[in-house]
């Protein structure tokens, strides 16, 4: 008998050491032979003769763009004066588009710009370069180093609302455009540039409209390309690269009203529960009950993938071996805000309202909930979990808004669209790696869902942790050096959309 158990665990545990030997095989295989995803296009060079330099009349025009105090407070709220005049300034400051016979301008929704190039090659796709006139409106004016619209210049950056959110891109991609043209150059393949007015209060007056425009044309638009996530330095724990970040996809949304009515009373005779209390429990309820952690399902698994052969050993391990650790990293991943956001559908109470006077029971109680959806989730899904969370019908739950995560926009070595925008990316940013993420923020994008699937959400400047709280916080800034990159940035994405899609990008020999 006790033979029969000795022989019985020692077979077992061999068993065991196999298994793990194998897995650890698996492991250290696939952290040594993982795939890169980088590409090492060359670089573009300030001696180049098409290096568009951020020199004093360009940094000047940019300065006036952040000195006009496009905000938007609300939806339909925002400021019309500064828009037209804004709108005026680009006309002064672009002579060369605005003069140019292959460009068309139209004003759309009143406020927003919709500018076409025309191509000399009909039979391409056009593409779509957007951004927007608006800004976030200032807090805290007091912390600010220099004023928030002086677009004032310290020790190499240019402070003020809007320089990376994202009047940055919209001055850049005009710069690229009028530098492009003034050197005699015609695009052949038709773009667009699309300014809303309203991007920063979710663009229902603005991108909404553009989309309508477009559709009504029939267009079909080959590839948009928005603002979004940035190049990260020091944002990727175990990489020391820069990493640029490619938003394919956008998570949703969904507002929810809960409402509680009961009756009131005198409070000196209450009832054992209350309104409030009712409330309270279900709120209680859905933070205790967080939305199940969804990461390792989607993009936000591949964007370690991609970068996994450029981690340090720990990182790399972990990033080339989802299939094991994702569970892992998923825990980690649930402990900070910043991350959590990635890896689940997140629930934010937002509002609570409820009583008038000390000594009345208030027979309502309301509550807002903001909840931001994984790209692998969606609004029904939200709501049927909410609801079986707080399993209370006395809680009264209505969407006051929604929008369901973005569709996952194509990319990797098999999408020739975003392997074109990750080696533009690198032209600019030769350090830098490229992966694709989610944003967890919206963007206009997702008024022009229809238009295209292949919708990509980047901005052209570096971010480190400690820049993170100035994007619609206080002093937003961005660095001349950066300035300078989004001006090439988008001056070599056009230059690179007139080649054959499939092949090998740039080359200063080709003249222009
Ligand atoms: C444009 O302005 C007119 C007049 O001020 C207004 O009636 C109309 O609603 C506006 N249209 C849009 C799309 O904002
Ligand atoms: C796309 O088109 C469908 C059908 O016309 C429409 O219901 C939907 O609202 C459109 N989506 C966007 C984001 O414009």
């Known amino acids: 008998m006790a033979r029969g158990i000795r022989y019985f665990l020692s077979v077992t545990l061999k068993l065991l050491a196999v298994m793990l030997a194998s897995v650890l095989m698996i492991v250290v295989t696939r952290t040594a032979t993982f795939p890169s995803y980088q590409t090492s296009p060359p670089a573009c060079e300030e001696s180049d003769d098409d290096f568009i330099p951020a020199d004093k009349e360009r940094l000047a025009r940019f300065t006036s763009a952040i000195q006009l105090q496009t905000v938007s407070y609300e939806r ?31 004003v759309v ?61 919209l001055m850049g991609s005009l710069e690229a455009l009028q530098f492009l043209l003034s050197r005699g150059h015609q695009p ?70 809960l409402e509680v009515n009961e009756e009131g009373g005198h409070a000196s005779m209450p009832k054992p529960e209350s309104a409030i209390g009712i409330l309270s429990k279900a709120i209680s309820k859905l933070e205790n009950n967080p939305h199940p952690n969804m990461f390792g399902t989607g993009v936000e698994a591949r964007m370690l993938e991609y ?14 071996n989802l299939w094991l650790f994702s569970p892992l990293v998923a825990w980690v991943y649930s402990k900070k805000p910043q991350t959590n956001a990635m890896a689940r559908t997140t629930t934010a109470l937002t509002r609570f309202n409820a009583g008038v006077k ?23 899904e939200v709501m049927e979990f909410d609801l079986k969370v707080i399993n209370d019908p006395r809680v009264n739950v209505k969407v006051k808004n929604s929008r369901p995560p973005a569709p ?74 950066d300035y300078e990159r989004v001006m090439n940035f988008y001056y070599h994405l056009i230059v690179n959309m007139d080649k054959p899609l499939e092949t090998k990008r740039h080359g200063h020999e080709d003249e222009l």
């Open 109 to 169: 929704g009143n406020y927003s710009l919709l500018y076409r190039v025309e191509g000399s090659d009909a039979s391409l796709q056009p593409y779509m370069l957007a951004s927007h006139l608006d800004v976030v409106p200032v807090a805290e004016e007091a912390k600010w180093v220099a004023p928030p619209f002086s677009g004032e210049l310290k020790d190499g950056y240019i402070y003020g609302r809007g320089t990376i959110d994202a009047k940055h891109s």
């Open 408 to 481: 996952i926009s194509p990319y990797g070595k098999d999408s020739p669209t975003y392997m074109m925008l990750q080696e533009t990316i690198q032209q600019i940013y030769p350090d830098a790696l490229v992966t694709p993420t989610f944003m967890v923020a919206t963007t206009d994008t997702g008024h022009y869902w229809n238009l295209s699937n292949a919708i990509y959400r980047f901005s052209p400047y570096v971010m480190t942790p400690s820049d993170l709280a100035r994007l619609h916080g206080v002093n937003e800034r961005i660095s001349v050096k």
């Open 358 to 380: 000390d000594n009345v029971i208030s027979p309502e109680a309301v509550a807002v909930i903001d909840h931001r959806i994984h790209p692998m989730s969606s609004v029904e």
């Open 188 to 257: 052949k393949r038709t773009l667009y540039l699309a300014f809303g007015h309203d991007e920063e209060t979710q663009g229902h007056f603005g991108a909404k409209v553009i989309s309508e425009v477009l559709t009504q044309r029939g267009e079909k638009i080959k590839f948009i390309l928005d603002e979004g996530t940035p190049v990260g330095d020091g944002l990727l724990p175990g990489v020391s690269k820069p990493v640029a970040f490619i938003g394919v996809a956008e998570k949703g949304f969904m507002t929810l009203h």
């Open 307 to 320: 970068v996994a052969t450029e981690m340090t050993l720990p990182y790399r391990m972990l990033s080339s």
């Open 76 to 106: 339909g709220v925002g400021t019309p004066q500064e828009l037209v005049k804004f709108s005026q300034f680009i006309q002064e400051s672009f002579p060369t588009i605005h003069g140019s016979p292959m460009v068309r301008r139209d």
